[in-house]
T-cell receptor, first 115, second 109 residues
């Protein structure tokens, strides 16, 4: 069966500091990978998605970036955090294919607080 | 623009039935998803509808009417553990998932 991991589970960072969140998937090959942010009382906002190694599509222009150095690893980064970056960050995977073609399954999430 | 509407919050009694509605206006339609999200946790997949009609999965059922841009999630024999937020998401013509803000369901004894 497939498993998706995210770490850290919680993070408190000062404004202006860098960020690195990691997501890995086990039990599947060539998955589509997604980064979402969920603000309180808001719907999920798609930040980035990837259909393969080194292939990143950005949905929202901002101070965040994503990378996919390995098939089942997806990393979300920032060089300088803003207060508005606080939120619940979720990584998700779906079976390989056209972006969005299959059901997405979520990791446990990272709660980020920027002070 | 694209929009998903769900009630913000609903309250129901343990053992009862509740229906959570979702209406959508999107650029095309390629399926509708329901997810359950307990507080502080990740969403978990509940159901998928792409054709009109009712899909049943145990205590949970999901209905879709594409002509009306409408879906509902029906929860029967409510249990305290069903207290959660329920997220509706529609896949548009570009296979992009558009998410509603979710409905917080409170179950009372």
């Amino acid at each position: 069966s497939q498993t998706i991991h995210q770490w850290p589970a919680t993070l408190v960072q000062p404004v202006g500091s860098p960020l690195s969140l990691e997501c890995t998937v086990e039990g599947t090959s060539n998955p589509n990978l997604y980064w979402y942010r969920q603000a309180a009382g808001r719907g999920l906002q798609l930040l980035f998605y990837s259909v393969g190694i080194g292939q990143i599509s950005s949905e929202v222009p901002q101070n965040l970036s994503a990378s996919r150095p390995q098939d089942r690893q997806f990393i979300l980064s920032s060089k300088k955090l803003l207060l508005s970056d606080s939120g619940f960050y979720l990584c998700a995977w779906s079976k390989r294919g056209t972006h969005g073609s299959d059901t997405q399954y979520f990791g446990p999430g990272t709660r980020l607080t920027v002070l | 623009g694209q929009n998903i509407d769900q009630p913000t919050e609903m309250t129901a009694t343990e053992g009862a039935i509740v229906q959570i509605n979702c209406t959508y206006q999107t650029s095309g339609f390629n399926g509708l998803f329901w997810y359950q999200q307990h507080a502080g946790e990740a969403p978990t997949f509940l159901s998928y509808n792409v054709l009109d009609g009712l899909e049943e999965k145990g205590r949970f059922s999901s209905f879709l009417s594409r002509s009306k841009g409408y879906s509902y999630l029906l929860l029967k024999e409510l249990q305290m553990k069903d207290s959660a937020s329920y997220l509706c998401a529609v896949r548009d013509s570009n296979y992009q998932l558009i998410w509603g803000a979710g409905t917080k369901l409170i179950i009372k004894p």
